[in-house]
């Protein structure tokens, strides 16, 4: 019970370092600082997996020590996003200064695109506890494996909304030509490499989980692998249009429109479970997909158009 109480205290203790470094980072990100960032971000992410090993190698095996370790990091981290924040911004006012205007909009703009950050990702969750409901404890393995698998993929679309985020928000009000643009070389880049990874997925879904699990997993789990692939594509197409919903400041549509679908996508799912097991689960987060993403192209157009 100690060992967990201290866990918990050096969680608590990262919390407003870690709030700060997001902060301190989307400050570089908006000056465009990339290659700062990964500067930063390489060797801090390598830490958080080799400083609980060495603690394990060199120590003991305690958690206490670990989580401190985990919290240092984040520390460090933090410092160092602060630093090149300031090298960046030399002239950067660190005394807090209240402005009225700027908290509404903060507030308001922040608390949207934090519910959609919280209902989003819950969507993306909730289908292993429907299987585990219905079918079984067992059944979830088939389903999370290659669910996990199509997951890593968000990478390719989120390092270039990164990129992409605070240009649209600069260029919004006064540029959207610009923007349109720059949307279309985002779906071109995004298109150009998922594409080709989904065919391999696709074609060679019973060869990769026969390889990398067993030719048992594989048979059950291949025709979810191709399923979600699909989906996946489609979904990381999406992030590029959700991007210029939120860099626009229309956050509020993308949380409103996550809460409607939440209630819907549950009862569906739950009820493609009892019928068709965990292919349910992959059609239904498939549909959703391509529901998503019609939607937020349809909207970015929509934002995009001309004044009359």
Known sequence: AQEQATCV????LALPFILLTTGYRGVLESKGAFLIINAIRIPMGIFTFIGPLMVVWFWQVDLGAIT???FLGRVIGCVAHALAAHAVFPRMNVRPVINILYSKILFSTG????LSNIVGPLMGYIDRFVIGAVVSAAAVAYYATPHEMVMKLGIIPGALTAVIFPNIAAMFQHDKKGVKKLLM???LAVSSIMVP???FLTVFSHDILSIWISPEFSEESYLVLI???VGMM??????????LIQGAGHSRFAALLHLIEFPVYVLTLWAAVEYWSITGAAIVWFFKS???AIIMFCYSHKLLKPAS
């Open 9 to 12: 205290l050096y969680m608590a």
């Open 68 to 70: 401190f370790i985990l």
């Open 111 to 114: 608390g949207w695109m934090s």
């Open 185 to 187: 070389k985002g779906v």
């Open 197 to 199: 990874v989904t065919i």
């Open 227 to 229: 399923i979600l692939s």
């Open 234 to 243: 489609v979904g990381c197409l999406a992030q590029l249009p959700f991007s």
């Open 290 to 292: 391509i529901i998503d």
